[in-house]
Every structure is written in C-alpha cells, then in structure tokens.
Antibody, heavy 117, light 111 residues
Framework: EVQLVESGGGLVQPGGSLRLSCVAS????????MDWLRQAPGKGLEWLSH????????NYAESVRGRFTISRDDAENSLYLQMNSLRDEDTAVYYC??????????WGQGTLVIVSS | DVVMTQSPLSLPVTLGQPASISCRSS???????????LNWFQQRPGQSPRRLIY???NRDSGVPDRFSGSGSGTDFTLKISRVEAEDVGVYYC????????FGQGTKVEIK
C-alpha cells in the first residue's frame, strides 16, 4: 500500500524557516518524481514544486521560487521542502504527492504550517 | 500559466440525481506526447484530495463507475450519474500538461 506521511509543520514567525519532510512507503520511491502542494485555509489547491527521479529536474511555482528548496533522499525514501523567508500568505496545509506523469496519484495527509507573529 | 476555470462553484444536488461539473482551460491541454493530462480530484471534508479520473476519462482503482470524465482540448466535464451522500465534498480539475494548475473547486452538497 502506498503511503506518504508528512511532518515538520508548526507555528513560525514571519521571516522564519521550516523544513517539511515526507516519508514514502509501499513503492519504489527512487523511481518516481515527487511534488509538494499546499492548500490555504478554506482555499483551493496550489502546486509548489517538483523534483524528478534522480534529481534530474526541479521546478518551482513563482510564488515560492527563491524561498523554498525541494530535495530528496532516496536512501531514506524521503522528500523534503526547506522553506525560508516565510510570509503570512504561506499559511496552509502542505501536501506531498507522488507524481504520476501529469498527475498526482497519491497524496499524504498533509502538515499544517502557520506563519504568524 | 494555464488557467483552469470550473463551473459551477457550488452544486446542490438531490440524492440519486445526476450532477455535472465543467472545467475549461485557457489553452489546449494536448501534450506533445499526444496525451491530455486532465485530472479530477475529490476532497471530502477534512480529508486529503483523492484522484478520481486521469487523462480525461480513466477512472482510478476503487472509484465507483457512477463517476465519468469526458472532453477534449480545452473543455472537460466530470459527471456523477446518481449522487450519493458520500459524494459530498469539493471537486477539482487539474491540468498536468503545462506544469500543474487546478481549478477553483466545485462544492457538491446535498439539497
């Protein structure tokens, strides 16, 4: 069974940093691209970042480019999102998802990030 | 960026009756590989999104056959043939041809 479990969310002040983790199981993690997405309270879904299998390709949404960094550790079956210079508008539930060529076929349960002073 | 526009944004439905959600993209979703990466997701209250349909009309494993997807190019539709109570939630279309973008979501509720 495919499982994705995010962690690392919490309360952080504006301008602060946070590192999110996503541990995968039930599939060959190293063979798949992975993505981070988020959902602000009461709002829709927003794609944030993509990392290809073997780190071949990385991309970011304009809203987070230069502030967020995606990475992966295939030995640990883990995906990460380093978030710096956080803003109020970054408050959201953050999801990792398995990338199935033009789609997200499995999602984690999400981790809540609150940016507030 | 590709803009995805859903309608309606709110859809009250009587149990057992059909429902239909429209999704339009600001540009063609036909990829250079010939596929059209248009997906539909269901998000029940308090849950993560769940994929229902991929590449316009392919149902995911375990998705009831009352859900169907259709369309082409820039115009797509999700249909529920007979709405059940468990179908309450927000439905999103998502394009995966030009990076990923989502529609605003359509809230399905029971009348």
């Amino acid at each position: 069974e495919v499982q994705l479990v995010e962690s690392g969310g919490g309360l952080v002040q504006p301008g602060g940093s946070l590192r999110l983790s996503c541990v995968a199981s039930g599939f060959m993690f190293s063979s798949y691209s992975m993505d981070w997405l988020r959902q602000a309270p009461g709002k829709g879904l927003e794609w944030l970042s993509h990392i290809g299998s073997g780190n071949i390709y990385i991309n970011y949404a304009e809203s987070v480019r230069g502030r967020f960094t995606i990475s992966r550790d295939d030995a640990e079956n883990s995906l990460y999102l380093q978030m710096n210079s956080l803003r109020d508008e970054d408050t959201a539930v953050y999801y990792c998802a398995r990338d199935a060529r033009g789609s997200a076929d499995y999602w984690g349960q999400g981790t809540l990030v609150i940016v507030s002073s | 960026d590709v803009v995805m526009t859903q309608s309606p944004l709110s859809l009250p439905v009587t149990l057992g009756q059909p429902a239909s959600i429209s999704c339009r993209s600001s540009q063609s979703l036909v990829h250079s590989d010939g596929n059209t990466y248009l997906n539909w997701f269901q998000q029940r209250p308090g849950q993560s999104p769940r994929r229902l349909i991929y590449k316009i009309s392919n149902r995911d494993s375990g998705v009831p056959d009352r859900f169907s997807g259709s369309g082409s190019g820039t115009d797509f539709t999700l249909k529920i043939s007979r709405v059940e109570a468990e179908d309450v939630g927000v439905y999103y279309c998502m394009q995966g041809t030009h990076l990923w973008t989502f529609g605003q979501g359509t809230k399905v509720e029971i009348k």
